[in-house]
């Protein structure tokens, strides 16, 4: 797959729409939780798939407009708005590409979202220009093991859960983020070292730049 090319990711998401519930249920609810909890102002939700974490909003947001590239997703989340405290915007698109001025929003979550991007530097590099100077950025991310047998292990099933789910689960996160111009300023291991928690930033926002290790 060419790393622009979010078509064959968009077929990909079209084709598990009916089963997604099924995926999300994956992500527990209080993860979930634990990130929205950051949220705050006009949030922009990126993969919002098929809407699980709308109800889980809470009146320190403003609205949520959440984005996917699967109309199938969309229509998926369409039948949780009604559940949400807060209004909801829903549109089909890109992360790699988005349609909002620079600066518009307070806060972006993703939560398991960027193993699926083509380009997911580029898509980073995206959120971190739509989210204001003072904004944050949350996101919950599954990324390689450091342990050694561990990433080699996800190294070898990696092509299974692309082929399954068009998911790649072996990307170096972290690195990315840093590179994208998201500073970091907490990370907390929810699973491991494989899912990580992270709350950053645009760079240069801070005076001072520092990680803190949250405790469970």
């Known amino acids: 797959m060419h790393k622009n090319d ?22 527990p609810e209080k993860w979930r939780l634990k990130a929205l909890h950051f949220a705050h102002g006009r949030v922009l939700e990126v993969g ?17 407009v959440g984005i996917d590239p699967s109309l199938g997703m969309l229509h998926r989340a369409a039948r949780r708005v009604n559940k949400a ?6 549109y089909e698109m890109d992360v790699q590409s988005l349609e909002f001025s620079t600066a518009s929003f307070d ?8 193993g699926t991007v083509p380009d997911p530097l580029k898509g980073l590099k995206e959120i971190s220009r739509v989210c ?6 949350i996101l ?33 996160t972290v690195p990315l983020v840093l590179q994208a111009g998201i500073e970091i300023r907490e990370v907390e291991n ?13 760079v ?3 005076q001072v730049s520092c990680v803190t290790h949250l405790q469970r």
């Open 6 to 27: 979010s078509s064959q990711t968009k077929k990909n998401f079209d084709r598990i729409a009916i089963i997604q519930d099924i995926v999300n249920d994956l992500v």
């Open 48 to 64: 919002v798939g098929s809407g699980f974490n709308l109800p889980l909003y809470t009146a320190a947001c403003s609205e949520v």
């Open 85 to 90: 405290r807060v209004p909801i915007f829903l």
């Open 107 to 114: 806060t972006v979550i993703a939560t398991c979202v960027f």
């Open 132 to 137: 204001r100077p003072d904004g944050t950025i």
């Open 140 to 172: 919950v991310e599954y990324m390689r093991s450091s342990q050694d047998w561990l990433g080699k292990f996800m190294d070898w099933l990696n092509p299974v859960t692309v082929w399954l789910l068009g998911n790649h689960i072996n990307h170096p």
């Open 190 to 202: 929810l699973f491991g070292d494989v899912v990580k928690l992270i709350v950053g930033q645009p």
């Open 204 to 206: 240069n926002s801070f």
